[in-house]
Nanobody
Framework: QVQLVESGGGLVQAGGSLRLSCAAS????????MGWFRQAPGKERKFVAT????????YYADSVKGRFTISRDNSKNTVYLQMNSLEPEGTAVYYCAAARGALATMSIKGYDYWGQGTQVTVSS
């Protein structure tokens, strides 16, 4: 069982930056691939970024490529999402998720545990 708690959301102007954190419980954090997803009001939850167990393999949605960076610190059981050049279209609840196994995955169905989410609002 893994529990995930996101933090770092808030209100930011377009063009600004935020860094989200996701703290995981348990001693097997390094055996999970991790991902970030987001869900805008009235829309489906969508993939944002994923990272494998060691942090040397990452994938991004085309909409955030070059602006967002996912990273992890296995010694702190934490995964991060650095978001730069934020756009109003990025307004959503951002969720952290953990997938059993070491390989990064972009599929929402591949994730076994989810956090409660953190709100990110980007004003124009």
């Amino acid at each position: 069982q893994v529990q995930l708690v996101e933090s770092g959301g808030g209100l930011v102007q377009a063009g600004g930056s935020l860094r989200l954190s996701c703290a995981a419980s348990g001693r097997t954090f390094s055996s999970y691939a991790m991902g970030w997803f987001r869900q805008a009001p009235g829309k489906e939850r969508k993939f944002v970024a994923t990272i494998n167990w060691s942090g040397d393999s990452t994938y991004y949605a085309d909409s955030v490529k070059g602006r967002f960076t996912i990273s992890r610190d296995n010694s702190k059981n934490t995964v991060y999402l650095q978001m730069n050049s934020l756009e109003p279209e990025g307004t959503a609840v951002y969720y952290c998720a953990a997938a059993r196994g070491a390989l990064a995955t972009m599929s929402i169905k591949g994730y076994d545990y989810w956090g409660q989410g953190t709100q990110v609002t980007v004003s124009s």
